[in-house]
């Protein structure tokens, strides 16, 4: 597609539930990044992906989150048993090539979760 | 641990005058910097980048200018314009690694 797309755009669940969110990036784009952004915070990040291999998972706060790609295109980000705390915009983005290489990121509009 | 920090979170600047946004960072190993905008519910977007072999880049109206010795980076935008409203946020990396360290963001507000 023509940019980075994120589904859904907003999700409110219960505490305890497990939600998933999806990332299209752009086609051609190896690298997949996820962040997320807590209120009053900067972007933090979560896990990178080069193809379908995740080489850095260390932002990934806990076991309770997880994500694959698949097929070098979307990614899905899965959060089980959600607390407030969780409770962020989470961000993908996707890239032809690793930082430095003047390939900056293009990022998503974001999936905003609210945990109640 | 910030590694990378802007300690304005807000600025207000009149349109037509040069808005200053500063960001420092604390890992030496850092040699490729970014700065994005954001808009209000849209993603953030890529406005200028430098690498540590710089001490300036300039894109037309923004100017981003790197300080190693100092370990600081600012983006100057002249002249400023109301559409330059939005959250700035910084970034780094090292070289080998795979992501960006970002700042917390500065809100820039310029006013008509």
């Known amino acids: 597609g023509a940019g980075v797309s994120q589904s859904p755009s907003n999700k409110v669940t219960e505490k305890g539930k497990d939600v998933e969110l999806r990332c299209d990036p752009i086609?051609?784009?190896?690298?997949l990044y996820w962040y997320r952004q807590r209120l009053g915070q900067g972007l933090e990040f979560l896990i990178y992906?080069?193809?379908?291999?995740?080489?850095?998972k260390s932002g990934l706060p806990s076991d309770r989150f997880s994500a694959e790609r698949t097929g070098e295109s979307v990614s899905t980000l899965t959060i089980q048993r959600t607390q407030q705390e969780d409770s962020a915009v989470y961000l993908c983005?996707?890239?032809?090539?690793?930082?430095?290489?003047?390939?900056?990121?293009?990022f998503g509009s974001g999936t905003r979760l609210t945990v109640v | 641990d910030q590694q990378v920090k802007q300690n304005s979170p807000s600025l207000s600047v009149q349109e037509g005058r040069i808005s200053i946004l500063n960001c420092d960072y604390t890992n030496s190993m850092f040699d490729y910097f970014l700065w994005y905008k954001k808009y209000p519910a849209e993603g953030p977007t890529f406005l200028i980048s430098?690498?540590?072999?710089?001490d300036k880049n300039e894109d037309g109206r923004f100017t981003v200018f790197l300080n190693k010795s100092a370990k600081h980076l600012s983006l100057h935008i002249v002249p400023s314009q109301p559409g330059d409203s939005a959250v700035y946020f910084c970034?780094?990396?090292?070289?080998?690694?795979?992501?960006?360290?970002f700042g917390t963001g500065t809100r820039l507000k310029v006013l008509a």
């Open positions: 992906f080069q193809g379908n291999s995740a080489p850095d």
């Open positions: 983005a996707s890239s032809l090539g690793p930082p430095g290489t003047n390939y900056g990121y293009t």
């Open positions: 086609s051609g784009h190896t690298a």
């Open positions: 430098i690498s540590s072999i710089k």
């Open positions: 970034a780094a990396s090292a070289s080998g690694t795979y992501k960006y360290i």
